[in-house]
């Protein structure tokens, strides 16, 4: 998923605001060189190394919050191993309006820079020919200031924290360090597009319909070379609110022997349901991602459940009709065990409803996986004693137990009246569902 799709941007292009990321175990916080010279910046400035990997620990646990981005500075909320919240902030010099110009002037000189940003990359030389032209795009030694409510002097664990989550934001956009730095895309661009008028010399080629055929046109690369202003694409259209009614079926007429008017109102209510979601994953965030497998018949009994238990009287309201009787019926289970499959959708879809009710046993490098993660994810004598059992690991004489889904994420269940039923959202670490799992997650949250 891009950045572009996690982050609001309000109206003035000026500030963005990206939703936490999920803790980052089993992988490096900078994938791109430009991600890691923005950790060399911090790691060669800090004073107290120590902080520096105190706060790749918190990083890497998923302990940064929302990061907001603006000029001159990104903001987060760090919690503490104890949970204690801290705002972070950390400054980066803004570039003066002669440098922005020289960076403009620059740019528009070489069509291939922009292209390579629209890509989300920074290529080496457009970093070389911004600091020819006297404009230094990264961070340098001392370049990143710490601000923090904790009220370290130098780079605390937290202010170092936002850096490491900042660099994942800069590996998949690098306008993000652009906007530090003073200008957001939109504004970056109209200021190429006024830079970028064609030269008088170069004529459209109109086309031409005489019998010889069209004459020959000016090459693509050329006339993008010479920066032509091509007109803005459309805005894409509105995403509606809510989604549509069905039409009543209560009407005078009789229906055809068989068919239940009912069942079928809800059927086509939940339709207009799911046609509204997928409309707004094309038109609104893009946030639709990779789309799982399609369900079976008795997974999608499970989504259909779950919209209709939303109303005020939740599942013991909508259990009495006959509608939830017939799709527990319909998908093998009993009222209670479709109960627990829609909790489990509400935690995470089709993949949590798998978990829930199909028991694997993990072999090869996926059972070896598992295990380097149990014994990674505690402390030196921390850890819980666990039993397990296929892909379930149950802490002996507890109520608590961990499943690994077939994606390598973890699911905290927790037992209820003889039944395990799931209590959170997945992690990519076996503590942190366990943690979940033990916590105070009950079975009214939702995790939507």
């Not at 069905?246 to 068989?258: F, Q, V």
């Not at 397990?388 to 037992?415: A, I």
Request: with cysteine; aromatic share 6%; proline share 8%.
């Amino acid at each position: 998923m891009s950045m572009s799709d996690r982050c609001h941007r309000d109206d003035h292009d000026d500030v963005r605001t990206f939703a936490a990321l999920p803790p980052a175990h089993g992988r490096g916080f900078a994938q791109t060189w430009w991600g890691r010279a923005w950790l060399k910046a911090l790691e060669d400035g800090a004073l107290d190394g120590q902080q520096v990997k105190a706060g790749r620990r918190l990083a890497r646990a998923g302990a940064v919050g929302a990061v907001s981005v603006r000029p001159g500075r990104i903001t987060a909320v760090v919690q503490d191993r104890d949970r204690t919240a801290h705002r972070a902030d950390v400054l980066l010099q803004e570039l003066s309006g002669d440098q922005w110009g020289r960076f403009l002037d620059m740019a528009a000189e070489r069509a291939g820079h922009i292209a390579a940003l629209l890509d989300r990359e920074m290529p080496p030389h457009l970093v070389e020919d911004a600091a020819t032209a006297g404009v230094e795009l990264l961070p340098g030694l001392g370049d990143l200031e710490p601000e923090c409510d904790c009220d370290a002097w130098d780079h605390c664990a937290h202010t170092a924290a936002l850096c490491y989550q900042l660099a994942r934001l800069l590996d998949q956009d690098p306008f993000v360090l652009l906007l530090m730095r003073g200008r957001g895309e939109r504004a970056l661009l109209d200021g190429l597009q006024v830079r970028g008028t064609a030269p008088a010399d170069v004529e459209p080629v109109a086309p031409d319909s005489g019998a010889d055929g069209p004459e020959e046109g000016v090459d693509a690369a050329e006339a993008y070379a010479a920066g032509a202003v091509l007109p803005p694409l459309p805005a894409p259209p509105d995403v509606p609110g809510t989604p549509g009614t069905p039409p009543s079926l209560d009407t005078d007429a009789r229906p055809a022997p068989g068919v239940d008017t009912a069942a079928l109102e809800f059927l086509a209510a939940r339709a207009a349901e799911e046609a509204h979601r997928l409309l707004v994953d094309a038109l609104g965030a893009g946030q639709a991602g990779e789309r799982a497998e399609e369900p079976t018949v008795a997974q999608d009994a499970v989504r259909l459940a779950a919209g209709a238990f939303e109303g005020p009287g939740g599942f013991e309201e909508f259990q009495e009709g006959p509608i939830p009787t017939r799709l527990a019926q319909g998908s093998g289970r009993t009222p209670e065990e479709l109960a627990l499959a829609v909790r489990a959708w509400r935690y995470g879809g089709q993949v949590a409803v798998s978990v829930l009710e199909d028991e694997w046993v993990p072999e090869g490098a996926t059972l070896a996986r598992a295990r380097a993660a149990l014994e990674a994810a505690w402390e030196e004598g921390e850890r819980p004693l666990l039993h397990g059992s296929g892909n379930r690991w149950t802490v002996s004489g507890g109520s608590v137990q961990v499943r690994l889904g077939r994606d390598g994420r973890w699911w905290p269940y927790r037992e209820e009246a003889g039944r395990w039923a799931p209590v959170g959202l997945a992690a990519q670490d076996p503590a942190t569902a366990l943690a979940a799992a033990d916590g105070d997650d009950g079975p009214g949250r939702t995790g939507e």
